[in-house]
């Protein structure tokens, strides 16, 4: 299928059972983009169905659709990748990641708080949608988990079904991440605005994260993230 004809991509995790979009894309659908009866949509499931569907009924708060055919993991990423960051003061900043990342490429994004993390909670939800339109935005056909905010200390437990972990952090046995032998799935953590603090520097050493180096360049945390998967996707 030619990715490059679709003027819309919409969203719908139980697509074969509901054959129907949700009210938000659906009022998208039909008074926005004028869809009607019998127009063609593309649609995915958000873990990696890509379907072509066949509006059959054009209402604006439940648009019905027959599939017409579909993909399987529809263009797959080469690996999956994972990132453990911690919210930054400044909500925009924290958004800009989980959309940037998304468009690039991420398979999923734990948020940590740290010693040195200032908000004290998320607004899950909200940042689930920035990642529903940073995956329609690119076309994609995988969206990521996203995580509740969680401490270090539960997030290093939730870490041991990774074979592969990294912590960004400039030290002396830190490696250049373009340097680094690279699996088909990996976790990066991305620290605090300020910075990890030095106990949890060793938890991370003692639960198999290796430190690796984003470049010279002293970053945001945001900034970071974008760099830490824009990487990890090339090479």
Known sequence: MDSTKIDFLFYSPEIEKSKCLDSVDSLHAVKVLRKKQGDIIQVT???????????SDPNPKACKFD?????KDYKAPKRRIFVGICPTKNADRIEYFIEKSVEIGISG???IKTQHTYPKKINLERFKKIAISGMKQSLKAYMPEISEMVSFNSFLKES?????????????????ITKTDLNAELLILIGPEGDFSKEELKLAKENNFKTVTLGENRLRTETAGVVAVSILNLL
């Open 67 to 71: 599939i017409i055919d579909f993909e």
């Open 45 to 55: 499931n958000g873990i990696g169905g890509w379907y072509r569907c066949s509006i």
């Open 160 to 176: 041991s079904r990774f074979s592969q972990k990294m912590i960004a952090h400039l030290d002396n046995q830190a490696t250049e």
């Open 109 to 111: 994004i734990f948020f």
